[in-house]
């Protein structure tokens, strides 16, 4: 099937896009996730055919906002193993919550890798639920109403915070991560435009479910991505199953599909919530109070220039977009050396970290460009970043084109 118009249908793409709901599930703080490979069932369905523009404007046109179901997901970044070098420094400067397991900025980070299966619920703006499930334990995120809950059954510790100071479901929804295959194909179509090629590619099952299979693949050769495909819900509109490959091939790097899926109204009692007997309650708003200069503007004062991105701007756009910023600190933001970095134990941990990355020169002067199989990063000598989900070449390009 053709690729995706891109004439006077462009601005019709670009309006049915912007009304595309994001079904949210509260405050995850996931940068990428993927798929557990063969969620398809066998067998293709013999559906009417649909064209790109008709598949996209099913997806924007889909009110979908009461469901329930199973979903499993698999991140493969392909970034360096650390160990627990890279947890003890995100904890030492503040970076993982508010000290609370039950916490959900630091505690859902664990959905950047590996495999990881979540009971997903939701009844409408005000109520969702998400739980982590994991050997002999779950974690569960609940928000209802103004209420949002994060609950660690095995250390028995409740995070309590509002809507509105989470950040998430509530009143912030473009700010929250990704989980769902519909918040995920959301954030794909956004990119959308004339650089991109849009297509169907046939029929599949996902989650017992009919659906078509919408092809979206960047004409950028800067670009890393080398294809998303969306499922889409056949009689619904909605997204079933999400997969990124890069243009590096082999698996996937980011994915999310159902393997069960109701969109019945799901029982109210799925989203209240009281904190069990003897548990340890923190409420957000006096972790914060407690957590003073511990936070991210203490971690910039002490490391100048590394909390303060005001300055932060986007080269480029579309599948090419580079974002870049100064670090404000000679060396910092990549720790390339020991003395860049002031030497002690944050010199060490900078050189570790540089035996990863591949030193650049250019017109910009020289720096470390650090790589995952989709997202890479120039840190400069004196302290400028630049990253994107585009090329090395293409970031060395971008830092010249600042010269």
């Not at 503040?94 to 009971?119: I, K, N, Q």
């Not at 194909?185 to 996902?206: I, P």
């Not at 050189?351 to 840190?379: C, E, H, I, M, P």
Request: no cysteine; hydrophobic share 35%.
């Amino acid at each position: 099937m053709a690729p995706y118009a891109s004439d006077d249908s462009t601005s019709t793409r670009r309006k049915a896009v912007r009304y595309v709901v994001p079904v949210t599930v509260v405050g995850v703080a996931a940068a990428t996730i993927g798929l557990v490979p063969a969620l398809a069932d066998s067998g293709d369905p013999d559906l009417p055919e649909i064209t790109a523009q008709q598949l996209v404007e099913k997806i924007a046109a889909s009110d979908v906002e009461r469901f329930s179901g199973t979903v499993k997901i698999t991140a493969d970044l392909g970034l360096p193993d650390f160990g627990g070098l890279a947890d003890g420094f995100l904890s030492a400067t503040g970076e993982r919550g508010d000290g609370s397991s039950a916490d959900p900025s630091a505690r859902l980070t664990e959905l950047v890798t590996g495999t990881h299966t979540l009971r997903v619920a939701a009844d409408g703006p005000d109520r969702q639920r998400l739980s982590l499930l994991e050997k002999g334990a779950e974690y569960s995120l609940i928000h209802n109403g103004k209420d949002v809950w994060g609950y660690d059954s095995a250390s028995n510790e409740v995070h309590h915070s509002t809507a509105e100071e989470s950040g998430a479901a509530g009143g912030d929804r473009e700010h929250s991560a990704p989980v769902t295959p519909k918040e995920l194909a959301d954030q794909a179509l956004k990119a959308v435009d004339d650089t991109t090629s849009v297509t169907v590619d046939g029929t599949l099952h996902v989650a017992g479910r009919d659906a078509y299979k919408l092809v979206i693949r960047p004409k950028d050769d800067a670009s890393t991505v080398g294809a998303v495909t969306v499922a889409v819900d056949a009689g619904t509109g909605t997204p079933l199953k999400f997969t990124l490959t890069p243009a590096s091939g082999g698996a996937a790097v980011v994915d999310a599909g159902f393997t069960q899926v109701s969109f019945d109204k799901p029982d109210a009692s799925a989203f209240d919530f009281t904190p069990p007997k003897g548990a340890k309650v923190t409420e957000a708003d006096d972790a914060e109070s407690e957590a003073g200069a511990k936070g991210p503007e203490g971690f910039g004062q002490e490391f100048p220039g590394l909390g303060e991105t005001d300055d932060a701007k986007v080269l480029g756009e579309g599948w090419g977009a580079i974002a870049t910023f100064d670090s404000g600190a000679e060396g910092l933001a990549g720790l390339p050396s020991g003395a860049a970095a002031g030497g002690g134990d944050m010199g060490g941990f900078g050189d570790f970290l540089g035996s990863f990355g591949d030193k650049v020169t250019g017109k910009f002067g020289s720096g470390t460009v650090y790589s995952t199989r989709l997202v890479n990063a120039l840190v400069t000598d004196d302290g400028k970043v630049y990253v994107g989900a585009v090329t090395k070449d293409a970031l060395v390009k971008a830092a010249d084109g600042q010269k």
